[in-house]
């Protein structure tokens, strides 16, 4: 590799000018806009690697509680893990956390300001800290954009309700050693009531299957050189979003209005030392607030309302510093170093009638890292069966004040015996931090008689506990990937690539007992997680702690010495967590001169994910059943270019699933739903964007509707709404110009 100063840095690696040893996936802008998408969490929901579980709109009740869509965000899930362990960067910067669950909007990023997303579906602590356990999505935006560009599109559900406008305008100019670009996104779709859908019939008609949702975004990208060998850069961000949702039931009416209101701003310096080092210092300040605005309403009552808010906070600064270091055979080795601290704040409130919860707590951590390139073997040395050998080895050492200490390492290897063949692997260790939500939230004490569960005599009580725990401690991981990349020199337009990959997650943050807290006291498998000899202290300690201390519901007085058991079920390390599978992909563009084209992309990924709570409980498999992802996930895409049209085919596949939440277990077939897009070019512009194109979309062309599924609860979606969208076929018409 060449050693310029101005090499840019991708993601996966902190040096610059090195490839990345490791599977990289990249969707750039024109693929994301030709689909007829447009937002990034459109984009990155089709990415077979990406579980649309989580923080995100349209996810229904009955999902459990980490798939509760707080306020239509869109977050990303790299193998179904939880949007908390996978990590999103802005031009590699952090962004401000939302919600709850730690996972960061990615809708948030007006899609006219992006060049492309490139996602590591690899355990990647080693190079960017905590989170990044599922891999690491980096959203890189535009540079020296020059000009002014416009699009907007207009699309309908076939079959009732989610009628989509939106806009959005880009414009920049670049001079002599500097540019900005400027973003803007509007969109607004209405909802998707329950009455509009056929297979939806069992719940309430004003019940809404997706939100109505209108978002404003603002993107800022600028740089400029102060003076030779000192760079200037800044980016940034400001974006808000109101959702309004319906659920329950004449009987018992919910209502949503969540508004949220996000921003952040990156300033960094970068600056020649000499010999080909580089000194960097970057900040990072962004927040995240949701205002939760409702209210519920019991028949012939008046409506209580509810309200809160969740206000994340992040503050980062770092100093690094990247250069070579001395010449291998295969190039010159480099070495990247750096230090920095960052802090993270949750303000939480909720307020539902005469209950009231709130904390404000602040968590800081300091961290240092190194990365070594080592190129030993390159195509120019000629060397028997070794075209390339590169070796990379990286460690990042995070001290949580308060909470914990990690170094996690990571060190891979490419391999070429020969141009066309390119074989890597890789080893490293992750973690990830409990959320602040996790820790903080409050927990409850419960006082009940023992004859509640079928024990004890006269006085004797239980008291069973649920929620945060301030005591939890960082998650682990190890992750190992091998993987090849094969691109024949009589085909040069192809290429193939495979993946396998295999991620053990331990000390999981979870609540250990899922069902009934009560029904756990009898089950022996349990009784790791029940005192049945609890000292005055340890009494003391639990009520004094909970938010409402003690709530007595044995009928008499309460007397410590009556306690003959505690059940806790707040959230603990106990988890494991085996996730493995492979990646492939095939790649292929074939250009047929006077500006025609033909090519297809086919990428798919099979998932194997099981969980153990605690050692006494069976292995639960996970993929391949209702709420997680499915074994196998493919999407397909054949594109045809005549001049000046395009036209896309697109086949997006998911496996069967299993139902298991009753005694008798049902499959679920599996599915896949067609889309078809087209361009026109009408003016071919300046060769960088057309000067004005139109476009027609249709997702879902045969409306296929999800596979429905039993209600646990009256309100809950009858189909899995983390892996089935209600919208059905939806048509949009869509114009660009460039000014």
């Known amino acids: 590799m060449d050693d310029e100063s101005s090499a840019i840095v991708v993601t996966g690696t902190r040096i610059r000018g090195a490839r990345v040893i490791g599977e990289v996936i990249e969707l750039d802008r024109e693929t994301i806009v030709e689909a007829g998408q447009v937002d990034l969490g459109e984009a990155i929901r089709n990415l077979p690697q990406n579980f649309s579980g989580g923080q995100n709109p349209g996810v229904g009740s009955g999902a459990g509680f980490v798939n509760e869509n707080v306020n239509s965000a869109?977050?990303?899930?790299?193998?179904?893990?939880?949007?908390?362990?996978?990590?999103?960067?802005?031009?590699?910067?952090?962004?401000?956390?939302?919600?709850?669950?730690?996972?960061?909007?990615?809708?948030?990023?007006?899609?006219?300001?992006?060049?492309?997303?490139?996602?590591?579906?690899?355990?990647?602590?080693?190079?960017?800290?905590?989170?990044?356990?599922?891999?690491?999505?980096?959203?890189?935006?535009?540079?020296?954009?020059?000009?002014?560009?416009?699009?907007?599109?207009?699309?309908?559900?076939?079959?009732?309700?989610y009628f989509r406008q939106q806009f959005d305008a880009v414009g920049?100019?670049?001079?002599?050693?500097?540019?900005?670009?400027?973003?803007?996104?509007?969109?607004?779709?209405?909802?998707?009531?329950?009455?509009?859908?056929?297979?939806?019939?069992?719940?309430?008609?004003?019940?809404?299957?997706?939100?109505?949702?209108?978002?404003?975004?603002?993107?800022?990208?600028?740089?400029q050189d102060l003076t030779p060998g000192i760079r200037a850069t800044i980016d940034g961000f400001y974006s808000r979003r109101t959702t309004r949702a319906t659920n329950g039931a004449p009987a018992f009416r919910i209502t949503q209005n969540p508004k949220l209101e996000g921003?952040?701003?990156?300033?960094?310096?970068?600056?020649?030392?000499?010999?080909?080092?580089?000194?960097?210092?970057?900040?990072?300040?962004?927040?995240?607030?949701?205002?939760?605005?409702?209210?519920?309403?019991?028949?012939?009552?008046?409506?209580?309302?509810?309200?809160?808010?969740?206000?994340?906070?992040?503050?980062?600064?770092?100093?690094?510093?990247?250069?070579?270091?001395?010449?291998?055979?295969?190039?010159?080795?480099?070495?990247a170093m750096g230090a920095g601290f960052r802090d993270n704040s949750l303000a939480y409130e909720r307020n539902d009638g005469t209950i009231s919860t709130t904390f404000d707590v602040k968590r800081q951590a300091r961290f240092a890292f190194g990365e070594l390139y080592l190129p030993l073997v390159s195509p120019q040395n000629d060397v028997a069966w070794i075209a390339e050998l590169t070796v990379t080895a990286a460690v990042r050492y995070e001290d949580y004040l308060g909470l914990d200490q990690q170094a996690t390492p990571r060190i891979a290897v490419r391999y070429a015996p020969v141009d066309s063949i390119t074989l890597r692997a890789s080893w490293a260790r992750s973690f990830k931090a409990p959320t602040l939500y996790q820790q903080y939230v409050f927990y409850q004490a419960?006082?009940?008689?023992?004859?509640?569960?079928?024990?004890?005599?006269?006085?004797?009580?239980?008291?069973?506990?649920?929620?945060?725990?301030?005591?939890?401690?960082?998650?682990?991981?190890?992750?190992?990937?091998?993987?090849?990349?094969?691109?024949?020199?009589?085909?040069?337009?192809?290429?193939?690539?495979?993946?396998?990959?295999?991620?053990?997650?331990?000390?999981?943050?979870?609540?250990?007992?899922?069902?009934?807290?009560?029904?756990?006291?009898?089950?022996?498998?349990?009784?790791?997680?029940?005192?049945?000899?609890?000292?005055?202290?340890?009494?003391?300690?639990?009520?004094?702690?909970?938010?409402?201390?003690?709530?007595?519901?044995?009928?008499?007085?309460?007397?410590?010495?009556?306690?003959?058991?505690?059940?806790?079920?707040?959230?603990?390390?106990?988890?494991?967590?085996?996730?493995?599978?492979?990646?492939?992909?095939?790649?292929?563009?074939?250009?047929?001169?006077?500006?025609?084209?033909?090519?297809?992309?086919?990428?798919?990924?099979?998932?194997?994910?099981?969980?153990?709570?605690?050692?006494?409980?069976?292995?639960?498999?996970?993929?391949?059943?209702?709420?997680?992802?499915?074994?196998?996930?493919?999407?397909?895409?054949?594109?045809?270019?005549?001049?000046?049209?395009?036209?896309?085919?697109s086949l997006n596949y998911t496996g069967a699933l299993l139902d298991r939440r009753f005694e008798s277990k049902r499959r679920l077939a599996p599915s896949a739903t067609v889309d078809v897009a087209a361009t026109y070019t009408l003016d071919q512009g300046d060769g960088r964007e057309p000067g004005l194109e139109l476009s027609l979309s249709i997702q879902n062309l045969f409306d296929q509707a999800p596979r429905g599924i039993e209600q646990v609860g009256p309100y809950d979606t009858p189909y899995d709404s983390t892996n089935y969208s209600p919208i059905g076929r939806f048509v949009s018409v869509g114009i660009r110009r460039r000014w």
Do not use: C
């Open 74 to 161: 869109s977050t990303a899930n790299l193998r179904g893990i939880g949007a908390d362990a996978t990590l999103t960067l802005l031009n590699g910067h952090r962004l401000p956390y939302n919600s709850a669950f730690q996972g960061v909007d990615i809708s948030a990023i007006p899609l006219a300001a992006v060049d492309r997303i490139e996602v590591v579906p690899d355990g990647a602590s080693a190079l960017y800290g905590s989170d990044a356990v599922g891999g690491v999505i980096n959203v890189i935006l535009r540079r020296d954009f020059d000009g002014l560009t416009t699009s907007g599109q207009l699309g309908a559900a076939t079959d009732g309700g």
């Open 172 to 223: 920049g100019t670049g001079w002599q050693g500097g540019g900005f670009m400027l973003a803007y996104d509007y969109a607004h779709n209405s909802s998707i009531r329950a009455d509009q859908r056929s297979y939806a019939a069992t719940l309430d008609p004003e019940v809404t299957l997706y939100p109505d949702i209108r978002r404003h975004a603002l993107t800022l990208s600028a740089h």
């Open 263 to 335: 921003y952040a701003i990156a300033p960094a310096l970068a600056f020649d030392i000499g010999n080909g080092w580089e000194a960097k210092i970057a900040g990072v300040y962004g927040s995240d607030q949701t205002r939760l605005n409702g209210a519920f309403a019991i028949a012939g009552s008046d409506p209580i309302d509810a309200s809160g808010q969740y206000f994340n906070e992040t503050t980062t600064l770092e100093a690094s510093v990247e250069g070579p270091l001395f010449v291998l055979p295969g190039g010159s080795a480099r070495l």
């Open 446 to 649: 419960i006082a009940v008689p023992a004859s509640f569960v079928g024990t004890g005599t006269g006085s004797d009580t239980i008291i069973a506990s649920a929620g945060g725990n301030p005591d939890v401690e960082a998650e682990r991981a190890r992750s190992w990937t091998a993987g090849f990349d094969f691109s024949p020199s009589s085909i040069p337009e192809i290429t193939i690539s495979g993946t396998w990959f295999d991620t053990r997650f331990t000390d999981r943050v979870v609540a250990p007992i899922s069902g009934s807290v009560f029904a756990a006291y009898g089950d022996p498998a349990y009784a790791s997680l029940i005192n049945f000899t609890p000292t005055l202290g340890a009494i003391n300690e639990l009520i004094n702690g909970a938010q409402f201390g003690l709530e007595n519901f044995t009928g008499a007085p309460f007397d410590p010495a009556s306690v003959i058991a505690i059940i806790d079920n707040r959230s603990i390390n106990v988890a494991t967590w085996s996730i493995h599978g492979i990646d492939a992909r095939i790649d292929w563009n074939h250009e047929l001169g006077d500006r025609r084209s033909v090519g297809f992309d086919l990428s798919g990924s099979w998932l194997e994910s099981e969980q153990r709570i605690i050692d006494s409980l069976p292995i639960v498999p996970l993929a391949g059943t209702v709420f997680n992802p499915p074994k196998y996930r493919l999407r397909g895409t054949a594109r045809l270019g005549l001049d000046r049209f395009l036209s896309s085919v």
